[in-house]
């Protein structure tokens, strides 16, 4: 998994309820990177960080909030306004956000949640 | 709007088999371009990262080649395996899209013994 640890594998959410799906990297790498994935579906990206205390909304953002105090870890919490978040959740990190030509990302193993 | 696509959602092929994966993409106007595999319930793995300056990427029996002008990129795999079978995404990244990657739907690759 290179060094990024997602946790749990499998997550369950009643309904109004918050959850938090952590991920936790090794690598020392400035970014990461929150995506959801639907079935047949591309990723889409949900939120992102460059740098610590810092970060960004991606494509779907509504119903999730993020933090990013320590440069290791950046949990994503479902809220209950998230109205289908029944998905697999993939978290990545790149070396340095702000470099464009030779990005590779390396993910997670991902977390599946679903609806109660 | 910028957008990835991939086409045939699905693949499936007999063993042994040489075999291209399409991705095409809106705007040549991109940094780079890279193909990931990923294996069922699990994350991505990168398998080419193709820089904007560069027409083809190769490691072992995977070549990807890259055509900014036409908006397209392939990855070619040689002598296929039951090992192969997998989802291959592509994603780019666009100029104007921040640094964030695009991805495509993917390809389910299903390789026959």
């Known amino acids: 998994d290179g060094g990024i640890t997602q946790s749990p594998k499998y997550l369950f959410r009643k309904e109004g309820q918050n959850v938090t799906l952590s991920c936790e990297q090794n690598l020392n790498h400035d970014a990461m990177y929150w995506y959801r994935q639907d079935p047949g579906q591309g990723l889409r990206l949900i939120y992102y960080?460059?740098?610590?205390?810092?970060?960004q909304k991606g494509d779907i953002a509504e119903g999730y909030s993020v933090s990013r105090e320590k440069k290791e870890s950046f949990p994503l919490t479902v809220t209950s306004a998230q109205k289908n978040p029944t998905a697999f959740y993939l978290c990545?990190?790149?070396?340095?956000?702000?470099?464009?030509?030779?990005?590779?990302?390396?993910f997670g193993s991902g977390t599946q949640l679903s609806v109660l | 709007k910028q957008e990835v696509t991939q086409i045939p959602a699905a693949l499936s092929v007999p063993e042994g088999e040489n075999l291209v994966l399409n991705c095409s993409f809106t705007?040549?106007?991109?940094?780079?371009l890279q193909w990931f595999r990923q294996d069922p319930g699990k994350g991505l793995t990168s398998l080419l990262l193709i820089q904007s300056s560069q027409r083809e990427q190769t490691s072992g029996r995977l070549n990807a080649s890259l055509d900014k002008s036409s908006g397209r990129s392939t990855l070619y795999i040689a002598a296929s395996q039951p090992g192969d079978s997998a989802t291959y995404l592509c994603?780019?990244?666009?100029?104007?899209?921040?640094?964030?990657?695009?991805f495509g739907q993917g390809t389910e690759l299903s390789v026959k013994p």
């Open positions: 705007d040549s106007a991109i940094y780079n």
């Open positions: 960080s460059q740098i610590v205390n810092d970060f």
């Open positions: 994603a780019v990244i666009f100029y104007n899209q921040g640094g964030k990657l695009i």
């Open positions: 990545a990190s790149s070396m340095d956000g702000t470099r464009r030509t030779n990005e590779k990302l390396f």
